[in-house]
């Protein structure tokens, strides 16, 4: 007896054409040029139906039968329901990316405690960021990586083409610093799994104390902003008289150049002048009113400051057209150009740049010499302690030691003994 054979589950999906009564190819169902319906024929299990392809043309009808035996296709089930899982995996991650704009915004709103110069700062940065990031293709904050980031740092440059690269180096590591606390923000959000900014190196910054500047400099300063001004190929660019007043102002006060740069021409009462005094950026800051009370020499240069049309008429450096910052940035570059001018060396014989910050250093050097305790000199510097004016401006400078020295041959000598000198 032959074995019986066991039918084979089969299956057929065809199409064929549903012509209309009048179609002169009526007779041939697979006749695909015509403009009648199109239908399928589906064999499936020993069963036969007939479905519409919702079509007349052939190869769409060609089309939707594939359709058909794809959904009974297993591989092609599995591979559509492995597609259809990653899709919704892919999905969920998008529904929680965080758009680094918006991540931006969140940090900068939740600050709290930083006084409203730590917030100028920080929003500043945002900017920065903002900007890079646009450049840079980051749209989310999980698309931020190490690599990226350390690009962005290796192109911060005192010297760099790019003006928002340009950063002198402090300006580097305050910045590197809070974008470190922007990514550790950010990765304790769970916006990004690892924090990107791990990795990066501490911008090095050279944090010695800059050297106060000899009578002799000060004097080979004043004269180099007369060089400025007769090398000047506009009238825009004379600005030497301008520069002398700054100078002179700091040298007997002490005072910062951006508290300088932004004093009202009303702070100014006969020889006593009325100050506030700012910390610098990334410090807790002091907004302190002072009074100092000016050489003669001194008040006849800010009297005798010509007003260039730009300059607002209440203010002796500042146009008030633009934010506080961009103007004491603006001099800063001012007054960098006068080492075009100058051959400054320190006291061990190595040339050193100008920087306007010399000025605060000669005034505090200048008074502990005359003799003022170092305490006061503090007071004048607007210092929270004496510890910070002890490790800023008390630096043992050959004239500060010979005049201990001269001190202490003194006194031994009041003592009684003798002492060869």
């Given at each position: 007896m032959a074995q019986e054979i066991e039918p084979i589950a089969s299956l057929t999906i065809t199409v064929f054409t549903r012509h209309s009564a009048d179609c002169p190819k009526k007779d041939k169902p697979q006749w695909k040029q015509c403009n009648c319906r199109k239908s399928l024929y589906i064999y499936e299990d020993g069963k036969v139906r007939y479905a519409s392809a919702k079509t007349r043309?052939?190869?769409?009808?060609?089309?939707?039968?594939?359709?058909?035996?794809?959904?009974?296709?297993?591989?092609?089930?599995?591979?559509?329901?492995?597609?259809?899982?990653?899709?919704?995996?892919?999905?969920?991650?998008?529904?929680?990316?965080?758009?680094?704009?918006?991540?931006?915004?969140?940090?900068?709103?939740?600050?709290?405690?930083?006084?409203?110069?730590?917030?100028?700062?920080?929003?500043?940065?945002?900017?920065?960021?903002?900007?890079?990031?646009?450049?840079?293709?980051?749209?989310?904050?999980s698309d931020l990586t190490p690599a990226l980031l350390d690009k962005w740092r290796g192109s911060w440059s005192?010297?760099?083409?790019?003006?928002?690269?340009?950063?002198?180096?402090?300006?580097?590591?305050?910045?590197?610093?809070?974008?470190?606390?922007?990514?550790?923000?950010?990765?304790?959000?769970?916006?990004?799994?690892?924090?990107?900014?791990?990795?990066l190196k501490a911008i090095p910054v050279d944090e010695s104390q800059t050297w106060p500047l000899t009578r002799t400099q000060f004097d080979e300063l004043l004269v180099a902003t007369q060089t400025l001004d007769a090398n000047a190929r506009y009238k825009s660019g004379r600005i030497g008289e301008h520069l002398r007043a700054i100078f002179l102002v700091q040298r007997w006060t002490g005072l910062r150049i951006g508290d300088v740069v932004t004093l009202p021409k009303s702070a100014l009462r006969g020889n006593r002048l009325s100050a506030i005094i700012r910390k610098k950026r990334n410090r807790k800051p002091l907004a302190a009113r002072m009074d100092f009370i000016l050489?003669?020499?001194?008040?006849?240069?800010?009297?005798?400051?010509?007003?260039?049309?730009?300059?607002?008429?209440d203010y002796y450096f500042w146009s008030k057209t633009c934010k506080e910052e961009t103007n004491v940035n603006n001099w800063v570059r001012k007054v960098d150009k006068?080492?075009?001018?100058?051959?400054?060396?320190?006291?061990?014989?190595?040339?050193?740049?100008?920087?306007?910050?010399?000025?605060?250093?000669?005034?505090?050097?200048?008074?502990?010499?005359?003799?003022v305790p170092i305490e006061k000199v503090s007071k004048l510097l607007a210092h929270e302690s004496v510890n910070m004016t002890e490790r800023y401006y008390a630096k043992w400078t050959a004239s500060r030691k010979q005049q201990l020295e001269d001190e202490a041959v003194a006194a031994m000598r009041r003592m009684g003994v003798t002492v060869s000198v």
């Open positions: 043309s052939w190869e769409e009808a060609e089309r939707a039968a594939q359709r058909e035996r794809d959904k009974r296709n297993p591989v092609k089930i599995e591979l559509l329901k492995i597609a259809e899982s990653e899709a919704a995996k892919r999905a969920a991650e998008l529904a929680q990316l965080k758009p680094i704009g918006e991540a931006l915004d969140q940090w900068l709103a939740g600050m709290k405690g930083p006084t409203k110069t730590s917030i100028d700062a920080y929003t500043s940065t945002t900017r920065r960021i903002l900007k890079w990031a646009g450049g840079a293709k980051v749209v989310f904050v005192p010297e760099a083409k790019e003006p928002e690269n340009r950063l002198a180096l402090t300006t580097q590591a305050a910045l590197l610093t809070r974008v470190k606390a922007f990514c550790k923000w950010a990765t304790g959000m769970e916006y990004t799994k690892r924090n990107p900014a791990l990795t050489p003669d020499i001194v008040v006849a240069a800010l009297n005798a400051i010509p007003r260039r049309k730009e300059e607002h008429p006068l080492n075009d001018f100058l051959e400054f060396t320190n006291e061990s014989g190595d040339p050193m740049d100008f920087r306007s910050h010399m000025l605060r250093d000669m005034f505090a050097v200048e008074m502990l010499l005359a003799g």
